[in-house]
Nanobody, 123 residues
Framework: QVQLVESGGGLVQPGGSLRLSCAVSGFDLENGATGWFRQAPGKEREGVGCFSSNDGRTYYQDYARGRFTLSRDNAKKMVYLQMNSLKPEDTAVYFC????????????????WGKGTLVNVTS
């Protein structure tokens, strides 16, 4: 049984940093793709970043590029999202998700999702 559990969310001031963690069990992180997504209040869920095992590359949405960094520790079965220079508009529930095979992290093709962790950026 595959399980993803996010942690590390919380309250942070604008300009601050947070590192989110996603503990993965029952899934080999060297397969498929792993991504972070977020859903702000009243908005649809959107992608943040994606690591695709097929080409070994990490992709970011424009708003995340340069501020957010996705990383993995395959041995520990952990996925991380380092977020710097946070803005109030980054306030959202952040989810990690995986897919068994294929390219990219299009939401309809993600096989497993965590329940999310809340990030609140406010002064």
């Amino acid at each position: 049984q595959v399980q993803l559990v996010e942690s590390g969310g919380g309250l942070v001031q604008p300009g601050g940093s947070l590192r989110l963690s996603c503990a993965v069990s029952g899934f080999d992180l060297e397969n498929g793709a792993t991504g972070w997504f977020r859903q702000a209040p009243g908005k649809e869920r959107e992608g943040v970043g994606c690591f695709s095992s097929n080409d070994g590359r990490t992709y970011y949405q424009d708003y995340a590029r340069g501020r957010f960094t996705l990383s993995r520790d395959n041995a520990k079965k952990m996925v991380y999202l380092q977020m710097n220079s946070l803005k109030p508009e980054d306030t959202a529930v952040y989810f990690c998700a995986t897919r068994n095979e294929g390219y990219g992290c299009a939401q309809p093709f993600m096989d497993y999702w965590g329940k999310g962790t809340l990030v609140n950026v406010t002064s």
